[in-house]
């Protein structure tokens, strides 16, 4: 009886493809096209990054590889993991990460339900200043001078503090909270729950794919930035991986480029011995430092996909 249905529904489908119009069926087609074009476009210079950062470097400088290793070799990886701050670099992304990421998000949803309220006093001014950082900043050396006195620089703190806010992320969440049942507020409040009790049992369980997209740009985010560590911590014990990795790539260039301009015979020599070149060492930095968040994204995905049309409809 279930197969019999399944097959029912399958020839109900299809029949009504046959029954659509002509105009109608070229435009599924080429929107079918547009999408395999689009996911081909993302999905095939992935392969070839993943095929290069497994290849030897001098051969790779030949060209010719695509989607498959010519020559495998883990010399890549292992010029990757060579340096002995690794583990702790890779220690303190992921601090960062999971810290930054979790009071980010909570102080910007306690921002925004604060300011989707209609009867808090100044609401309009308050949006205004949050907007009006959008569109103009200090610049980075006021930017560093204000680290410094709030004596952040050179500490892990430098990493977390200055991104727990976001106007971006501001103005998002409040539009979501705004679409969510008045009288479920008003609901909690006659049950006696005050605004902060309404606000952790009411607004932040109904608001799960909001919450999931913001922690995702915020992860993606501090997972991958390498400038601050770069600019405002010259402690090597406190480098994000991403920022090591970005200084190993600049070293690998740079004795290259030395060993070039000598341009003797013995650095000729080198070079050619060297199998793991600069531009192969950058496709398994880029691979290891993507890694972990593709292994991430599929958990949120659910909620990302309810997310992405956050703020189209307002009723």
Request: hydrophobic content about 50%.
């Amino acid at each position: 009886m279930y197969s019999r249905r399944i097959h029912q529904e399958r020839g109900t489908t299809v029949n009504e493809f046959y029954k659509v119009s002509t105009g109608e069926k070229i435009y599924r087609i080429v929107i079918y096209v547009v999408i395999i074009l689009l996911c081909l476009s993302i999905i095939l210079p992935f392969l070839n990054i993943f095929a290069l950062s497994f290849n030897a470097g001098k051969d790779a400088e030949r060209g010719g590889i695509f989607f498959w290793p010519r020559v495998w070799t883990l010399e890549n990886y292992q010029e990757v993991f060579s340096s002995s701050n690794i583990l702790g670099a890779y220690a303190i992304t992921l601090f960062r990460t999971v810290v930054g990421t979790f009071f980010s998000v909570f102080l910007t949803a306690m921002a925004a339900y604060t300011l989707k309220s209609k009867t808090l006093p100044g609401v309009k001014f308050f949006t205004l200043m949050i907007f009006f950082t959008m569109l103009f900043s200090g610049g980075v050396i006021p930017y560093y001078m204000l680290l410094k006195q709030l004596h952040l620089v050179n500490t892990i703190w430098v990493y977390v503090i200055p991104g727990l806010y976001s106007a971006w992320n501001i103005i998002i969440m409040r539009t979501f909270f705004s679409q969510i049942s008045v009288s479920l507020e008003e609901s909690a409040k006659l049950d006696g729950c005050n605004d902060f009790t309404t606000f952790i049992r009411i607004i932040m369980p109904l608001s799960k794919p909001v919450i999931a997209v913001i922690s995702l740009f915020n992860a993606v985010g501090h997972w991958n930035d390498w400038f601050t560590g770069a600019f405002y911590v010259q402690k090597t014990n406190l480098r994000p991986v991403s920022t090591l990795l970005q200084e190993m790539l600049t070293r690998q260039d740079a004795i290259r480029a030395a060993l070039m301009q000598n341009a003797g015979t013995t650095s000729y020599e080198i070079l050619e011995k060297m199998q793991v070149t600069g531009n192969s060492l950058k496709m398994a930095t880029i691979i290891v430092v993507v890694t972990p968040i593709i292994c991430v994204y599929p958990f949120v995905q659910k909620f990302f996909a309810e997310g992405v049309m956050i703020g189209s409809v307002k009723e």
